[in-house]
């Protein structure tokens, strides 16, 4: 089993509607946690940073549960330009900080 | 500009050949850690570095050296290259913070082929 695990995608979806995406982690060191955006290979770029209290950022709400240690993003009102892969990452405590990423998510998102 | 420079950005080589990619970065961060991307697989950490001369193997080291010799770089040594190396790799920075990196900067990545 994979330490952080996402749904495998691809969605498809129309514009303008509301995706969730969700991600678990197994080991419970891990202490911060991430969504990243990558284009076609590109380089991975932030998304949002996930907080236990819940943050959100325009159309984008992220949410950690620690007790279950389960990660989710949120896409209301989906556009075109939203079409990516979404990586949940994990830092994890072990003397240094590993990162961990997760296989990623393909959304395409459809006129 | 602030940003993470990667070198080469294409290379084929050939097994056995020692090859070194550079990466770099202008915004004094302590942490820099190298990933490879393979299909079906997402990224999986090599190695980082939580400041100079010090350095700690992420999932996958094996095959791989690096070094920290100074703040702003962090290289990626592949001393006898096998074709299980070919792989997209990218370079990354962040500060650190107390429960862990902050956001992580990524370089454009390089692409690597090894016959």
């Known amino acids: 089993r994979k330490e952080v695990e996402q749904d495998p995608g691809p969605f498809n979806v129309p514009e303008g509607a509301t995706v969730a995406f969700n991600c678990t982690y197994s080991n419970s060191a891990s202490q911060s946690f991430f969504w990243y955006r990558q284009d076609c290979r590109k380089e991975p770029k932030l998304l949002m940073s996930v907080y236990s209290s819940g943050n959100e950022d325009g159309r984008f709400t992220a949410q950690l549960n620690r007790a279950s240690q389960y990660i989710s993003l949120l896409i209301r009102d989906s556009k075109l330009s939203d079409s990516a892969t979404y990586l949940c990452v994990v830092i994890r405590n072990t003397g240094g900080f590993k990162t961990i990423f997760g296989a990623g998510t393909r959304l395409f998102v459809k006129a | 500009e602030a940003q993470v420079t990667q070198n080469p950005r294409y290379l084929i080589t050939v097994t056995g050949k020692k090859l070194t990619v550079t990466c770099s970065q202008n915004?004094?961060?302590?942490?820099m850690s190298w990933y490879r991307q393979d299909p079906g697989l997402g990224l999986r950490q090599i190695y980082y570095s939580m400041n100079v001369e010090v350095t700690d193997k992420g999932d996958v080291p094996e095959g791989y050296k690096v070094s920290r010799k100074e703040k702003r770089n962090f290289p990626l040594i592949l001393e006898s290259p096998s074709p299980n190396q070919t792989s997209l790799y990218f370079c990354a920075s962040s500060l650190l913070i107390k429960q862990g990196t902050d956001t992580q900067y990524f370089g454009p990545g390089t692409r690597l082929t090894v016959l």
């Open positions: 915004m004094n961060h302590e942490y």
